[in-house]
Nanobody, 122 residues
Framework: QLQASGGGLVETGGSLTLSCAVT????????LAWFRQAPGKERELVVG???????FYADSMQGRFTISKDNAKNTVHLQMNSLKPEDTAVYFC??????????????????WGQGTQVTVSS
């Protein structure tokens, strides 16, 4: 089970940190990722971290968004800086337990959090 939190309203240029608590499975052996979905658009990758610790980013978000995890608390975080109105979306945390190769596509993930709304005002 995944429980996301930390969404809210922020001004352009501001920062926000999302958290996702993962329960019910080993945290160390899965791929973790954050996706987002804006109204009328497909769900897209923001950033992810493989079980090895290596990270992968959507090209447009590298440098502004950072993923981290706390193995002791089974929690993954998404630090978002320099936010823009186009970052407004519902953000989802996701887990891939099968060590898929295609880590950038949503279909590779078998467990999802409920989503948390991030709104960036202009």
């Amino acid at each position: 089970q995944l429980q996301a939190s930390g969404g809210g309203l922020v001004e352009t240029g501001g920062s926000l940190t999302l958290s996702c608590a993962v329960t019910g499975r080993s945290f160390r052996s899965v791929t973790l990722a954050w996706f987002r979905q804006a109204p009328g658009k497909e769900r897209e990758l923001v950033v992810g971290m493989r079980w090895s610790g290596s990270t992968f980013y959507a090209d447009s978000m590298q440098g502004r968004f950072t993923i981290s995890k706390d193995n002791a608390k089974n929690t993954v975080h998404l630090q978002m800086n320099s936010l823009k109105p186009e970052d407004t979306a519902v953000y989802f945390c996701a887990v891939d337990t099968r060590r898929s190769v295609a880590v950038r596509i949503a279909a590779s993930y078998d467990f999802w959090g409920q989503g948390t709304q991030v709104t960036v005002s202009s």
